[in-house]
């Protein structure tokens, strides 16, 4: 009996360690087979990895070098509109020379012996302040010196009712009327203070000369006096001049 239950162990020793050996070398093929799998797909995807790091780089690049060509194109745009604006700016200017002159020689047609040739609104730092300036021209065919008064009224709203003012409620108190007296042209400038909630629309001004029978006139829009990019006197910047000799 102890010889056959020694067997027994013997024999189901052997079975267990014959399972464990077989389970060992299966896992151990498996296991190995799995590794080697596992290896190449990282390896793989490792690859794929730097492809698409290098790709992205590439891209970086290209977008980098897009926006540098982007940048440039928008500075030589935007020096071409300066360009452009400024070569407007002498145009008009050339313009406002070439009518001038046009005026001053007789040349555009008018024969009337006293003109408006230009009238301008500057703001000031005071709200309802504004430096209004005239240029006036005369007909160079007329030898003699002129004289007169500048006269001008303004046209608005006032708490929803048209309004019309004066020069001599427009002015300062202290101000004197403002007059020319010139042989070819003249520049003159004066303050224009405007009343609490006025709107103006509409600024008329007249001309009155003893050396003329009729009154020179000319109304302009209150707005349209701001957009005037430069000064009418031709190569003169300075206001109250006056050329006579």
């Not at 003329?212 to 990019?229: C, I, M, N, T, Y």
């Amino acid at each position: 009996m102890k010889y056959h239950s020694h067997l027994n162990r013997i024999l189901f020793t052997m079975a267990v360690l014959a399972t464990v050996a077989g389970i060992y070398i299966f896992g151990r093929f498996h296991v190995a087979h799995e590794l080697l799998f596992a290896r190449h797909q990282n390896r793989a995807l490792y690859k794929d990895l730097q492809t698409t790091l290098a790709r992205l780089e590439e891209e970086r690049t290209r977008a980098v070098v897009a926006e540098r060509e982007a940048d440039i194109v928008r500075q030589a745009n935007a020096l071409l509109r300066e360009s452009e604006r400024r070569r407007q700016d002498e145009i008009a200017g050339l313009e406002g020379d070439l009518a001038f002159y046009r005026r001053l020689g007789g040349a555009s047609g008018s024969q009337a012996a006293l003109a408006i040739h230009h009238i301008e609104l500057q703001a000031t730092q005071a709200p309802r302040v504004y430096r209004i300036i005239f240029t006036l021209t005369q007909n160079l065919r007329w030898a003699s010196a002129i004289s007169g008064r500048i006269q001008f009224g303004l046209d608005g709203i006032q708490n929803g009712v048209a309004r019309h003012l004066v020069d001599e409620q427009l002015l300062a108190d202290t101000a004197a009327p403002l007059t020319f007296q010139f042989k070819y042209f003249q520049q003159l400038e004066g303050l224009i203070t405007l009343p609490a909630g006025f709107e103006p629309v509409r600024l008329t001004v007249r001309l009155r000369s003893r050396s003329l029978r009729k009154v020179v006139e000319q109304s302009v829009e209150w707005g349209a006096l701001f957009d005037l990019p430069r000064s009418a006197l031709p190569g003169n910047e300075a206001t109250n001049r006056n050329a006579s000799d």
